[in-house]
Nanobody, 120 residues
Framework: VQLVESGGGLVQPGGSLRLSCAAS????????MRWYRQAPGKPRDLVAD???????NYADFVNGRFIISRDNAKKTVYLQMNSLKPEDTAVYFC???????????????WGQGTKVTVSS
């Protein structure tokens, strides 16, 4: 199983980006999907998560600016980021708690990260 993120880049303050993370390989089912971020010299923080029933949760710093969504058929999670600020600059990682085909217990998988830079 592999998670591949895309959509990062350089954006001006106030701009928007949409991150995507797709799972591939022998995926049987996906439970919770999450986005984390890590700025240089700081710990990795949870940004948002979405459960299998589409319940969402957001970190306080999101403050209504981001939207997490998922497409189960595509095994993909998205993060729409609006009104971006310089302090949103970080590497963004996706995480999925999923079951592989033929394996009873789900476990965590991580993407390689996509860099988001918010700067004028």
């Amino acid at each position: 199983v592999q998670l591949v993120e895309s959509g990062g880049g350089l954006v001006q303050p106030g701009g928007s980006l949409r991150l995507s993370c797709a799972a591939s390989g022998s995926v049987f089912s996906i439970n919770t999907m999450r986005w984390y971020r890590q700025a240089p010299g700081k710990p990795r923080d949870l940004v948002a998560d979405i459960s299998s029933d589409f319940t969402t949760n957001y970190a306080d710093f999101v403050n209504g600016r981001f939207i997490i969504s998922r497409d189960n058929a595509k095994k993909t999670v998205y993060l729409q980021m609006n009104s971006l600020k310089p302090e949103d600059t970080a590497v963004y990682f996706c995480n999925m708690y999923l079951r592989e085909i033929g394996i009873r217990r789900p476990k965590d998988y991580w993407g390689q990260g996509t860099k988001v830079t918010v700067s004028s």
